[in-house]
């Protein structure tokens, strides 16, 4: 299996494993399997890989093997009823989830098959390690002779001649004593040459050897929460977790420079091993897999607690990690960027994910798992090769959302654009049937196809990422699927505030929504570009699925057209250093979800001397006592919605900063743009728009045309100090409505300080002020930039600005 983003042309890594560390011997005897009773032979046990590869000999008796038994499900016919029901507006157990108890207890296997299972392989000489906890999978120890001897296989060595290494395997299908034959669903464990590795997708004119950038270039939250209206819907994630699926670690110094970068503030991520494995202290070629989909995710929801799973990278280790996430159902997310081609990996494999995928389903827990980076021909790089159209697994169960690529193009932190990304994994399942839910324009065939739905992918748009000591431009449908997560988990937090379910299942009900008449106001459909063998085209198509989320307007749909409950969201600030004895003056902001409301601020934890306004939201005084304080700070409004956001602020120390404004040219009368750069005729006395005081202005747009006009200004903000950018703006518009059309963006680097539209028009000039003191000792860019669309002008005045330090 591989990473979806990450899609690098490198060559498949030849496993450890040889022919010598294995032992082989050519004229070893294969051991005989068990005869005393009868057998039923388990289908699609056996690699596609052996068809393909040269036999080197046997593996010796006494090598130490793993296996994963993994039991079939119960009455999966009223499953199968449940699944549609428990995902379907209208029907009684609609959003009725069950517990991984209930789920057991109603369609699991029973206890009694569990211990028949582990007695048979006890008596076989092996070794039971250990079941999982919705009793799925036994796994067991042995060696090769008694493996052989308990499923009537003989393992070999092989060299696969397209890769170059060596993997051993069993040779034919393995079997079961026939009273085991209706508990027992498949073997996984035979053979070891399913690897997943790591490919990451980069530009095309960078290698896997550039070294790091020292800063960041590319996607980053604000381009893509901007263009998705992820940042529209008024949530944060709060209150929810997200699983990443992961076969390798990362470093949490890493991560942190990510949300020290974009201002991010959430849980601490944390490791949750699955069979024994954690990568963290020395993370493998995966490194750069994990910190894309813990980043991404933290772009997208950056209150969502995430667990990192970590498993042995192999088909055990994947089974096992499937049963470990639903059996312990502490989230409501699971993100997947590892897949592998269906033609390279055992059937009996995928079966016994896909069920524990079931049991995800069942209890409400959504997944969404990247489709692949070699188009529809997803074994290219692997044993099957370029000439056969395939799909990826897990992408390709039915019980997930496949999730394919695009490349956006962006106008600020808006919209604009998107054409298929070409390698964008995408086709037919040969292994799962279609199932119900899966209808509409485009989609033909009887078996699953691929993807659902899809974002931005292509590494030529890719997203600036932190990983191994510097900043990346990461692509692929790796990066597709956390944003898509994320997603999810901000659609939760929203549903939970309005008192509905959680997202679940989510094909039934995107393919619902985007069957019906609100489909172009929720997805942006797709329409130009392919993969080698599909086109996009109206509607769906197996490229880009559906298309990518206009994620506000989407959950609208999702929630059944309206949104009861409101939601409101604090930025967070960051941490906060005051030398004892300076004045504080740090102004909070937040938004509401409805229109009209007015918040009103409190705090707790405030350092002695400090307090909050509550009409205002803005924390004033003079901090008197040294201590590292635990602020938490709160906004209400009238239906007693509340938002809330926490940082650290460190009080102590003499200040050594000399108060002083930094801005040249603060108020633009000068008559010129200088030390500013602006667009041409940016800088304005005309009495078209008035100026806050003087006679000069900085004047955006205004023209009634798509125009976009910028003003920007470099400052270095003195170490040790802290610093305030503020100014003033006005904005007058010839739009009605609240639907924002033009937008004004205001940054400080990379950083979104606000985005203001025409929605807020108002009478007269209003004063902003943002916290710059996380750039004490460096450089910054501050920048305004203007995007009017077609018609209906927009003007945005911005005046006498400042950037003060104390």
Known sequence: MRPRPLALAAALTVLPLTALSLGITAAQAAPAPNATASRVALPDTVTPAVARSEKK?????????????????????????????????????????????????????????????????????????????????????????????????????????????????????????????????????????TVRTTRLAKPQNATAAAAPNATPSGFGPSQYDGAYKLNSMGADGTGTKVALWEFDGYKSANLKTYDTQYGLTG????????????????????????????????????????????????????????????????????????????????????TAVDNSFKQAAAQGISIFSASGDDGSRDCTRSTSGSSVKAVDFPASSPHQTGVGGTNLKVSGTSYSSESAWSTA??????????????????????????????????????????????????????????????????????????????????????????????????FHDTVTGKNQDFSTKAGYDQVTGWGSPVADALTTALLGGTQTGNTVTVTNPGNQSTATGTAVSLQLSGSDSASGQTLTWSATGLPTGLTVNAGTGKITGTPTAAGTYNVTVTAKDTTNATGSASFTWTIGGTSTCTPAQLLGNAGFETGTAAPWTASTGVVDNSSGQAAHSGSWKAWMDGYGSAHTDTVSQTVTVPAGCRATFSFWVHIATAE????????????????????????????????????????????????????????????????????TTS
């Not at 209930?102 to 008596?123: C, E, H, I, M, N």
């Not at 002779?145 to 069993?170: C, M, V, W």
């Not at 055990?316 to 699971?334: F, P, R, T, W, Y």
């Not at 931005?456 to 990461?474: E, L, M, R």
């Open 267 to 350: 849980p601490a991520v944390t490791t949750v091993s699955v069979d024994g494995a954690n990568y963290d202290s020395a993370p493998g070629d995966g490194q750069g897999e994990v910190e894309l989909d813990s980043e991404i995710v933290r772009g997208v929801a950056p209150k969502a607690t995430q667990l990192v799973y970590e498993a042995p990278n192999s088909d055990q280790g994947e089974i096992d990690m499937a049963a470990k996430i639903v059996s312990d159902n502490l989230v409501s997310v699971i993100s997947i960027s590892w897949g592998s081609c269906e033609p390279d990996t055992t059937a009996a494999s995928m």
């Open 736 to 803: 009605t409505g609240t639907t924002a059309y033009d937008k004004l963006t205001v940054q400080a680097g990379s950083t979104t300080l606000a985005t203001y539209s025409n929605a807020d028009a108002a009478t007269g000039y209003v004063q902003k002020s943002f916290d710059l003191s996380a750039f004490a000792g460096q450089s910054v860019t501050l920048k305004f930039t203007g995007v009017e669309d077609s018609s209906l002008q927009t003007s945005f005045v911005v005046d006498d600005a400042a950037v």
């Open 57 to 193: 000999g046997d593996v010796p008796a006494a090598q130490q093997l793993s296996v994963a038994v993994s039991l079939k499900l119960r009455d999966t016919a009223a499953l199968d009823r449940f699944l549609t029901a428990v995902a379907t507006p209208g029907s009684p157990e609609y959003g009725k989830y069950l517990t991984p108890a209930q789920f057991t207890a109603r369609y699991g296997p029973t206890q009694a098959a569990v211990d028949q299972v582990k007695g048979y392989l006890k008596s076989q000489g092996l070794t039971v390690a250990s079941v999982s906890d919705n009793r799925q999978v036994v796994n067991a120890q042995g060696t090769a002779e008694q493996i052989a001897k308990a499923f009537g296989t003989h393992e070999s060595a092989y060299l696969d001649p397209l890769q170059q290494r060596t993997f051993f395997a069993n040779d034919a299908a393995a079997s079961v004593p026939a009273d085991l034959a209706d508990v027992v669903q498949g073997i996984s464990g035979l053979n070891n040459h």
């Open 425 to 522: 994994g995408g086709g037919v399942s040969t292994v799962f049937g279609k199932p119900s839910w899966q209808t509409g324009t485009g989609v033909t065939g009887t078996m699953r196809t691929v993807p659902d739905v899809a974002s931005n992918a292509d590494p030529a748009s890719g997203f600036a990422i932190y990983t191994t000591g510097g900043w990346q431009v990461y692509g692929g449908t790796s990066a597709a699927a956390p944003l898509w997560s994320g997603y999810a988990a901000l659609f939760n937090q929203k549903a939970g505030a309005a008192g509905k379910p959680v997202l679940g299942e989510a094909g039934p009900k995107l393919y619902t929504v985007a069957n019906g008449s609100g489909y172009a106001g929720a």
